[in-house]
């Protein structure tokens, strides 16, 4: 499962991270990644909805945050995340992509 959260400015930002991940900051030299609620807290959806969401936000314009290894399985699965651009902080993934 992971969670989903449009945000609408500009242009659409999609945050899309693993559900358990929510809540947790991850160092790692000089690299944190801080996923708190305000910009990752939405709505969970199963791989397969998920999916279908970013497909749809892709049409919007839409730029994309992913954190969390089953979250950027499903950007790569879309074809908006080259492997080669996945970082990780601890062991976390992270991927974005401004199309």
Known sequence: MVVIKVHDTYR????ICDSELVGKKFEQDNLELDINDK???GKEYSDEK???MIKWAITEDACFNFVGKNSVELGVKAGIIDRDSILTVQGISHALSLM
């Open 12 to 15: 659409k930002v999609v945050a």
């Open 39 to 41: 910009f990752y807290g």
């Open 50 to 52: 998920a999916l279908e």
